[in-house]
């Protein structure tokens, strides 16, 4: 039978080791130096280094008083009776076929290894160090296997018979390690020496397949996790931050707070508990949740949002910069979007915990997503938008029959401006263009193709000739009712082809001019009665 044993060789200026019958692995652990193998030149030795030296070979070490390495002696003798003090190995895997880099030894000069991680190396080879004064039969026991398994790592990661993995399945590899030990220390030069990567060749590479850099990745994982139990358990917010890999409460409290929108109490009471939500112009993501908010926005040009149907719902004027709220309406929760600086709403930051929306409008389902999550109502996003989804797909294909070859633009008229809204982005175009795949009039796509809107004089207009219209009035800077509409009596309107034959569309403002699930299915509606 053959062993391997192995052993530690302390701190030494230069040391000389004779021909010996062991093969013998040097693993610098600190400092540097060089090994000269006398008929070979000198090898340079520094931290990190992991060095094969063949039996039969006299070398000699010289280094600073920093050099620090193990010696690893891989004998091969007989087993006799035990009663030597040394740990023996009994070693099935050595009497297979050996691998490539490990046949003919004698003939090989040194040989330069690789092991990753590295710090997995040194914490290995430290308990097995540690285990060499073990007596306790089943100490030692343990210790061979902890050897045994750093030697085979050592041989797979350098044996060139074993088809390395690509960069990019190694990174899957490292993915699913994040997922499935997200609960443990992770630090990202760990994962990236785990693969043999530099910190920024993995990094790099992690956020192109990602789109997240490695710590916020790990920390998204975690934080989904934490989720699940706020929503689940009544676990303090100290223990669920351990649960889920964060070292103190006060750290997880502000990631989870900067990924979530909320803090975890505010998160867990939306789960237990209805909340007196105000979501000025986000009424629409609220509402088909199923939940009803405590005030609806209004102004005074343009009124409610009528089509939420939200009558006995009290109004809160958002044209008046100045006005606060009643007592009977103060809020448990804000939701805000982007133009609540428009209407000055930031000051209600500090009435009640307040979650700022961070999606573009075009992209509704996120922000409906981000709504039921910070309200609680996950388990409802997918029957809605599925909702939602079905009735666009059976609008598109009742259209196609109709509307073959025949194009549509949209416009909002004001005393000030005619706009013309792209195909792409904006409140009407994604339902139109993208959802219904009708076809836009090419001057949309000429003119306003990556823009939300734009503004077009009668120079412009004259030359919208899509065969349908639809359009809506923005009176918001009108003098008196109705003039917006000034534009109707104008020639240059008159001429259109659209106007023409009849087909022009006039739609309501506040259902056109809104994104939203409840909002985008009232304009398939509108658009099934007039082209459908």
Not at 26 to 40: E, K, P, Q, R
Not at 268 to 295: N, S, T, W
Not at 395 to 407: C, E
Not at 472 to 484: I, Q
Request: aromatic content about 12%.
């Amino acid at each position: 039978m053959k062993y391997l044993d192995y052993s530690q060789v302390d701190i030494a200026n230069r040391r000389t080791y004779n021909k010996t019958s062991s093969h013998a692995l040097f693993v610098v652990t600190g400092g540097h130096g060089s090994i000269d193998s006398l008929d070979n030149r000198d090898t340079r030795l520094e931290k990190g280094m992991i060095m094969f030296v063949p039996a039969g070979r006299t070398i000699v070490i010289e280094g600073s008083s920093e050099l620090q390495y193990y010696r690893l002696e891989l004998m091969v003798a007989e087993v006799k009776e035990d009663k030597a003090s040394k740990l023996s190995i009994t070693d099935e895997v050595v009497q297979q076929e050996p691998p490539a880099f490990i046949s003919d030894l004698d003939r090989l000069p040194l040989i330069e290894l690789n092991y990753s991680p590295w710090s997995s190396c040194l914490k290995s080879l430290e308990q097995i160090s540690r285990g060499q004064t073990a007596h306790n039969w089943l100490d030692q026991w343990e210790i061979q296997l902890r050897f045994q398994e750093w030697f085979r790592v050592l041989l797979r990661q350098n044996d060139p018979e074993i088809e390395s993995p690509d960069d990019r399945a190694r990174l899957q590899s490292s993915i699913r390690y994040i997922r499935e030990h997200y609960d443990q220390p992770i630090t990202v030069d760990d994962l990236a020496a785990e693969i043999r990567l530099t910190r920024s060749s993995y990094t790099r590479q992690f956020k192109e397949i990602t789109g997240k850099l490695p710590l916020d990745y790990i920390n998204a994982v975690r934080l989904e996790h934490s989720k699940l139990l706020l929503q689940m358990t009544d676990d303090r917010l100290h223990e669920i931050a351990q649960n889920v890999g964060f070292n103190n409460e006060y750290y997880f409290g502000r990631r989870f707070k900067q990924y979530a929108g909320v803090s975890p109490g505010v998160y867990r009471r939306h789960y237990r508990q209805e909340v007196r939500v105000f979501a000025p112009y986000l009424e629409d993501f609220v509402l088909a949740l199923g939940i009803k908010p405590i005030l609806q926005t209004s102004h005074r040009s343009w009124g409610r949002q009528q089509y939420l149907g939200l009558e006995d719902v009290p109004e809160f004027d958002v044209s008046q910069l100045d006005i606060g709220f009643i007592e009977t309406n103060v809020p448990e929760f804000i939701m805000l979007n982007n133009g609540y600086q428009r209407w000055n709403l930031e000051r209600f930051d500090q009435v009640a915990p307040t979650f700022y929306v961070g999606h573009q409008g075009e992209d509704w389902r996120s922000i409906l997503k981000s709504t039921a999550d910070v309200l609680g109502k996950v388990s409802r996003v997918q029957d809605v938008i599925g909702d939602y989804e079905e009735k666009a797909q059976a609008a598109k294909k009742l259209l196609k029959r109709y509307m073959r070859g025949k194009t549509v633009a949209f416009l909002r008229i004001s005393t000030s401006e005619i706009t013309l809204y792209g195909n792409h982005y904006g409140y009407v175009g994604p339902v139109l263009y993208q959802d219904l795949g009708l076809t836009p009039h090419f001057r949309v796509q000429q003119w306003a193709s990556q823009n939300r809107r734009v503004g077009i004089g009668l120079e412009q207009l004259c030359q919208l000739e899509a065969d349908h219209l639809f359009i809506t009035f923005d009176n918001m800077n009108s003098a008196y009712p109705g003039e917006e509409r000034k534009l109707l009596e104008r020639d240059e309107w008159k001429r259109l082809p659209a106007v023409k034959s009849g087909h022009v569309y006039e739609v309501d403002f506040m259902t056109w001019m809104n994104y939203g699930v409840i909002s985008h299915g009232k304009k398939i509606d509108d658009i099934l009665r007039y082209l459908g």
